[in-house]
């Protein structure tokens, strides 16, 4: 939702618009009409796409409620923004029937400190984002800012541009911004992962003003650990594998770029074009462009 909110937002034309709404509206409602559960070719569950209380009640499932629940209110509250089909309010209806909202509230899990999900961290954010911006209800939209509110309180020691971002911009409050532009300029340029050690460190504790929640007391810079995707462990003291692997940089774009979408960075200040612009240079960059077969027509477009 957090891509296809965007891409509708701020990208898409007008027939883009449709064949994005459409492809959101038969995903959700494949989830609605199945009790909010996603189904592969066989007919069976997926592996980790179920938010309905039959898998969340269960002990495997127990430990998502509040995250999986929050994102089931996601589906339906964006998918209803963009389509106006009455079947996703009447499946939050469904939803709020199965009281997920306390669960929802303390989506961030603490306990134990060791069983921190950073990839967790990253889908619940990418919740929130469209959610608090596609809800109506004054209530419920109180009970997602107090979820996010407290989920960023758990996550702002890491210091994390994308995190704090999403955050600034929902609530308009302070996002610790210079932390977050220091993060993305401490990259390094070449993006070589490497091998580093930080345990042995007489300095490691937790800085003053913030509560540690895991099993890790300090948050690193980029220069003293690797580059990394924004679900990955900034607080982790020792890794790396020896510059055997480049990093991708999508992570530092993405967080850039929201940057300086809401503000939180502005544009540089200078008229010297080598510094703003990139040279062509003849490469093919990325993959090459589609050659085969147009696409296939939509059942819209074959009536």
């Not at 993060?183 to 042995?200: A, G, M, V």
Request: proline share 7%; aromatic share 14%; hydrophobic share 35%.
């Amino acid at each position: 939702m957090y891509e296809t909110t965007n891409f509708l937002n701020l990208v898409a034309n007008e027939e883009e618009k449709k064949w994005a709404t459409e492809h959101l509206h038969r995903v959700v409602g494949h989830i609605v009409d199945n009790g909010f559960v996603l189904r592969d070719v066989d007919g069976q569950p997926t592996r980790w796409a179920r938010w309905d209380p039959e898998y969340l009640q269960t002990p495997y499932g127990y430990y998502a409620r509040g995250l999986n629940g929050m994102e089931a209110f996601n589906y339906v509250t964006t998918a209803y923004h963009f389509t106006r089909d009455p079947k996703f309010m009447e499946g939050k209806q469904k939803l709020l029937g199965w009281n997920y909202l306390p669960d929802i509230l303390r989506q961030k899990l603490t306990f134990h400190p060791g069983f921190f999900t950073h990839f967790d961290d990253r889908l619940a954010f990418y919740s929130y984002y469209p959610l608090i911006q596609h809800e109506t209800d004054p209530e419920l939209k109180t009970l997602w800012l107090r979820s996010l509110e407290r989920s960023w309180e758990v996550k702002r020691i890491e210091g994390l541009p994308w995190f704090n971002f999403i955050y600034g911009a929902l609530t308009g409050n302070d996002c610790e911004n210079e932390r977050a532009v220091a993060h993305l300029r401490e990259w390094p340029l070449d993006l070589h992962k490497i091998s580093y050690t930080n345990s042995h460190r007489d300095d490691l504790y937790t800085p003053k003003g913030y509560t540690m929640y895991s099993e890790r007391v300090k948050p690193l810079s980029p220069r003293e650990t690797e580059p990394d995707r924004w679900d990955g462990n900034w607080m982790r003291l020792d890794g790396g594998n020896a510059g055997a692997v480049v990093a991708e940089p999508g992570g530092w774009l993405d967080a850039y770029w929201m940057g300086r979408f809401y503000g939180f960075i502005t544009a540089p200040q200078t008229d010297d074009k080598e510094l703003t612009t990139v040279p062509h240079r003849g490469l093919q960059l990325g993959a090459k462009p589609y050659a085969g077969p147009p696409r296939p027509k939509l059942q819209h477009e074959r009536n």
